[in-house]
């Protein structure tokens, strides 16, 4: 099974910052590659698909890179409304659909 | 609009049985890759089941022979029976639709999510 490895697990930031996590698949996943985003007790929001591929009314200051083991998601200037968790997942292997372990971004 | 909603969920004791259901709007359940998956207290999420439109399943292993996802077309409405239930089955369970575009599938459409407990 695919494992996803994103880092760090938390980060400190404040309102303005770049923003940018990790996440590392166990092996070659191309561009299969998503990213979710949670805020507390709400459900998941998909933001990035295919690694770099925007979902629809998604903010353009979110935006996704990496093909291969290695990708990124990056805020480019943080808004307070992003304070949430993030979760990668790989679609390279389905149906397994492996989540990373997820990455929350608090208030510094 | 499209949107999906939970219910079903509750507190139950271990070994006990459940079954969720997740009602679809705006778009149709049998045409499309359905899936569960949970999110345990303070923990991150794990696809659960899936469902593909020509009726094929799949199981996370942690749950293989003790769930089954299945759809009833006429209602438009997903469901996960649960059996044998433990303690670590104690979660939100959200169903979501999953989709695909040029290969790539993501789920883009999720519940709310329903809560199970497992507990004596």
């Known amino acids: 099974d695919i494992q996803m490895t994103q880092s760090p697990s938390s980060l400190s930031a404040s309102v303005g910052d770049r923003v940018t996590i990790s996440c590392r698949a166990s092996q070659s996943i191309s561009s299969y590659l998503n990213w979710y985003q949670q805020k507390p007790g709400k459900a998941p929001k998909l933001l990035i698909y295919a690694a770099s591929s925007l979902q629809s009314e998604v903010p353009s200051r979110f935006s996704g ?3 291969g083991t290695d990708f990124t998601l990056t805020i480019s200037t943080l808004q307070p409304e992003d304070f949430a968790t993030y979760y990668c997942q790989q679609s390279y292997s389905t149906p397994q659909l492996t989540f990373g372990g997820g990455t929350k971004v608090e208030i510094k | 609009e499209v949107q999906l909603v939970e219910s079903g969920g509750g507190l139950v004791q271990p ?3 459940l079954r969720l259901s997740c009602a679809a709007s705006g778009f149709t359940v049998s045409s499309n890759y359905m899936t569960w998956v949970r999110q345990a207290p303070g923990k991150g999420l794990e696809r659960v089941s899936v469902i593909y439109s020509g009726g094929s399943t799949y199981y996370a292993d942690s749950v293989k022979g003790r769930f089954t996802i299945s759809r009833d077309n ?4 997903l469901y996960l029976q649960m059996n044998s239930l433990r303690a670590e089955d104690t979660a939100v369970y959200y169903c979501a639709r999953l989709s695909v575009s040029y290969g790539y599938y993501y789920m ?6 329903t809560t199970v407990t497992v507990s004596s």
């Not at chain 2, 006429?74 to 409405?77: A, E, I």
């Not at chain 2, 883009?108 to 999510?113: F, H, I, R, S, Y």
């Open chain 2, 108 to 113: 883009d459409v999720w519940g709310k999510g």
């Open chain 1, 65 to 67: 890179r990496g093909s």
């Open chain 2, 15 to 17: 070994g006990g049985s």
């Open chain 2, 74 to 77: 006429s209602k438009n409405t």
